[in-house]
Structures are given as structure tokens and as C-alpha cells.
């Protein structure tokens, strides 16, 4: 079974001046998360803030 990691690393990077469009990776974890736990964001994307990592 191929990994996931290599399945993304498939995609290509586009980048303009001002937007940066890569392929997720475990380093961006951190910065979602803290996205996905504030509530203003949450409730604007109409769906609850995250606030527990799962399995922790």
C-alpha cells in the first residue's frame, strides 16, 4: 500500500505573489488545530471549534 506521504508529495506546488498552494504536512498540524479551535472561525465555517486533540 503506497504511503500518504508519498501519495501527497505527488502534487505540485503553485505559487503567486501573494497564495502559496502546497500539500499538507505534519508540520502544518500546530497551525490547524489552533485554526480549527477558535470558535469565531468555527461559527463563521458553521461548524463547532475543535478544542482536544483526539486521543489525547
Known sequence: MESIF???AQ???AETE???LR???LD???AMFECASD???GDSLGRKANYKV???
Open 54 to 56: 483526539k486521543g489525547r
Open 6 to 8: 508519498l501519495k501527497l
Open 23 to 25: 500539500p499538507v504536512t
Open 39 to 41: 470558535k469565531k472561525k
Open 28 to 30: 502544518d498540524a500546530e
Open 11 to 13: 502534487y505540485p506546488i
Open 18 to 20: 501573494r497564495l502559496l
